[in-house]
């Protein structure tokens, strides 16, 4: 069932967007060489919960899935999602993927953003592979929610995403998909980053979404590694992945994972 959201809760998961997007800053900050994934997620949760957030995604499971144990999903390279924080040490040229959910007094923002690791007097264009896979991945989000309008359909957002990536010599992931979100971490509709137009719900006013493009360099293959949670590229190619939760509205999208 597709919950649709009053002006006052979109407010609050705004606000615990805004707390989302420091983490998520504060997170490329601290993806530098010798640093480890699971010394990026302790920034990540001691700025959560220093605002008076919770870091959702620690400790959750659904079914009989492994408790995720970490505060946030941090991969790396070829993993595209659901990385978990380890000893893993960070080196020039990582390409680190990490999503965030937060949530306070029941209302949950969800967003995730890429960083290439480099030392302090590069830049990421001394990486143009990695740049140019992040920055396809990021503009496909752009690109689907042109189509996150009143009236509109789910799958005209897919469409929007799938065609921008191939048309880019990149694929898209199939199996994981966007989603509601907003009074839980997962709500209906599912949001795939692929498909044909005018299919699936209606957008309408008051829906809050998580779109998420999860893009592969090479073949759209996919596996899920031995710790159980971590979806890496059966190729090797390298992965992306960006999202940001958005308010369906009559004036059009409105991020609520930002600034």
């Known amino acids: 069932m597709i919950t649709l959201k009053s002006e ?3 407010k609050k998961i705004k606000e615990a967007g805004h707390v989302l997007y420091g983490a998520l800053m504060a997170a490329g900050e601290a993806c530098i060489p010798g640093k480890t994934t699971k010394e ?55 390409l680190v993927k990490i999503d965030v959910v937060v949530d306070k007094d029941g209302y949950y923002a969800d967003a995730a953003r890429a960083f290439i690791v480099k030392d302090e007097d590069e830049i990421d264009e001394d990486y143009p592979e990695q740049k140019r896979l992040v920055e396809v991945t990021k503009q496909s989000f752009f690109e689907g929610i042109k189509y996150a309008k009143v009236g509109n359909r789910i799958s005209d957002i897919s469409h929007a995403i799938q065609e921008y990536v191939e048309k880019n010599g990149y694929s898209v992931l199939r199996e994981f998909q966007g989603h509601g979100v907003g009074i839980a971490m997962h709500e209906d509709p599912g949001i795939p980053n692929f498909g044909k137009p005018g299919k699936g719900p209606r957008l309408q006013e008051g829906m809050v979404l998580a779109i998420e493009p ?11 590694s031995d710790d159980g949670w971590s979806i890496i590229t059966e190729d090797g190619s390298l992965g992306c992945h960006y999202e940001n939760t958005i308010a369906i509205t009559k004036n059009g999208p409105i991020i609520l994972t930002n600034e």
């Open 8 to 10: 006052r809760e979109i």
């Open 40 to 94: 990026v997620d302790k920034v990540i949760e001691d700025y959560i919960v220093s605002h008076g957030y919770n870091p959702s995604e620690k400790n959750y499971s659904e079914g009989d899935e492994i408790p995720f144990p970490a505060s946030s999903c941090i991969s790396v390279n070829d993993a595209i999602i659901h990385g978990i924080p380890n000893e893993y040490v960070l080196k020039k040229g990582d």
């Open 214 to 224: 999860m893009v592969c360099q090479g073949r759209k293959e996919i596996m899920e």
